[in-house]
């Protein structure tokens, strides 16, 4: 079988909300339409790690971008950062299409627009740093998987195109 050469980043949650702060969960499991589309593209999917997980784990509270903002929490976001930046560049290199990258509109983490998360914020200037463009599409704060999701799923669909 031929590969589509096509690979999505996405934000971790978007394949795992166990890892979300227990009352912000908005799905069962995964964000199964999201998902779908994405597979049903042919894309593969890189998952990017969760460090809101990696620093605190799973019984933390919700908190606030300036309450994450450490120097501990950078340093674990850089890493991450890093390792994905040589990830990125190899499937460039390879003559790979990046389709995209995944963010949580209003995560202290991986929001892309507004007050960009730290994870994010973190990536896109490396990537900004290294001449890499890369087309960006979030995942709204009144996104439910279980609830009415027309106009995002048919906005995700143009942007995979």
């Known amino acids: 079988m031929n590969r589509s050469k096509k690979v999505i980043f996405i934000s971790h949650c978007i394949l795992n909300q166990n890892t979300v702060v227990k009352p912000l969960a908005r799905a069962k499991g995964a964000y199964t339409s999201i998902i779908k589309k994405i597979l049903d593209s042919g894309i593969g999917i890189h998952q990017l790690p969760c460090p809101e997980y990696l620093f605190l784990g799973l019984d933390r509270k919700p908190m606030s971008k ?14 991450i950062v890093l390792m994905n930046i040589q990830i990125i560049k190899e499937y460039i290199n390879k003559e790979y299409k990046i389709v995209g990258i995944v963010g949580i509109h209003c995560s202290p983490t991986c929001s892309i627009s ?13 990537l900004d740093d290294e001449k890499i463009d890369i087309r960006t599409f979030e995942i ?13 799923l048919s906005k995700f669909d143009d942007f995979l195109r």
Do not use: A, H, P, V
């Open 140 to 152: 709204l704060t009144n996104y439910i998987e279980d609830g009415e999701k027309q106009d995002i």
């Open 66 to 79: 300036e309450e994450y903002d450490s120097y501990e929490y950078r340093k674990i976001c850089r890493e």
């Open 114 to 126: 507004g007050q960009t998360g730290i994870l994010m914020e973190e990536l896109l200037k490396l």
